[in-house]
């Protein structure tokens, strides 16, 4: 597989530069080639994978992230959902961002799969994983000249406030499929999309709810029936990504639960998310912005196309077709208006 996987990769960039008008195809072949080589790169014995060490006050851990091409200019450092998830919800982007030639960066956080998983409540705080992202930016190098910080769901939480303390070493910011508001959230989980749901499916999935019944298998079984299907990825379970599914067996629940909490229709109970609202403050990011939200989402669409005007320099992108994980459900016009937010960005043209 992992032959095979390589010679997709290369045979993306022969069409890739075939496509070029005459008279540059020796230096698109050239770039390339520097796309693909990881000559004199110091994690060309991996693969591109890094263990960067990550200090807290608990002690050091070390963090997995891989890179893939080489983009002096074009960076983008991926934040996976959950919390608690993998940077296996991005696998998709391998069929969109080499073409294009965005270097982007998988990154699994402290407590996820690929990283270590530290069994002390204490770490899984907003703050902490914020000082997180700052160390692994800093042991790959990134900064304003280059420097794309793209956060999904949980990662759209973490990318705000990481930009909210440290904006100034962005070059651009995309928050996907996130409010910033956990109140309006829940809110809008509650009032609109439970409401959707066929009342008799809604009322046996609340009452299992009410009794804290998280652990029954039937619980399961209705949410990935009725609510997953619709909100989260729109195809039916037996055609969710093999990637998807592997990133779900993948979950650190500890981590999920404390902050997340067991609830898919908001953020409740004792979990550490459950009052987090930066709304007010997105007026402080300055930094260009790509705001994305999706119609079937669980999160509200309108919520996230206002963030893109409350930030100084955004821009919205609506997934008509997409839900949670658009980059999937809804993948021309995801990878289409991310693809260009980069290089409008990088050519100063945002």
């Keep these: ?66 890179r893939v091409g080489n983009n ?64 692994v930016r800093q042991a790959l190098g990134l900064d304003s000249s280059n420097f794309y910080l793209l956060g999904q769901s949980w990662g759209g939480i973490l990318a705000m406030e990481y930009a909210l303390k440290y904006q100034d070493n962005l070059k651009g910011l995309v928050i996907s499929n996130m409010m910033s508001s956990i109140p309006e959230y829940n809110a809008y989980a509650q009032t609109v999309l439970g409401p959707q749901m066929d009342p008799e499916i809604y009322k046996e999935i609340k009452a299992m709810e009410e009794a804290e019944d998280f652990g029954n298998p ?38 999920y639960v404390h902050m997340q909490g067991y609830s898919e229709f908001g953020i409740t109970g004792d979990a550490t998310l459950k009052d987090w ?37 955004g821009r919205y992108l609506y997934c008509p077709n997409g839900s949670h994980l658009s980059q999937y459900d809804d993948q021309k016009n995801y990878f289409d208006g991310v693809i260009r937010f980069v290089h409008d960005v990088d050519r100063g043209s945002f």
């Design 1 to 66: 597989m992992k032959i095979f996987a390589s010679l997709l990769l290369s045979a993306i960039f022969l069409v890739s530069c075939q496509n070029i008008p005459k008279g540059e195809v020796i230096q698109a072949n050239s770039a390339c080639e520097e796309y693909l080589s990881f000559e004199n790169r110091d994690d060309q014995y991996t693969g591109g994978i890094k263990m960067i060490p990550v200090n807290t006050d608990k002690g050091s851990f070390k963090v997995w992230t891989k």
């Design 277 to 313: 609202d930066v709304k007010d403050r997105l007026k402080e990011i300055r930094v260009p912005t790509l705001v994305i939200g999706a119609q079937y989402d669980t999160m509200d669409p309108a919520h996230m196309e206002w963030m893109s005007k409350e930030v100084r320099n």
């Design 218 to 255: 039937r619980y399961g079984e209705l949410l990935f029936e009725h609510y997953y299907t619709e909100h989260v990825l729109r195809r039916p379970t037996d055609q969710w990504p093999e990637a998807i599914m592997r990133t779900l067996k993948h979950a650190n629940n500890q981590v």
């Design 72 to 135: 002096p200019t074009k960076k983008v450092l991926l934040l996976h959902g959950g919390p608690g998830m993998t940077h296996e919800l991005y696998e998709c982007f391998d069929g969109y961002f080499p073409q294009e030639e965005i270097e982007y960066i998988y990154y699994d956080q402290l407590g996820s799969y690929y990283s270590d998983q530290p069994d002390d409540l204490s770490l899984w705080n907003t703050e902490r994983f914020v000082e997180e992202v700052e160390q």
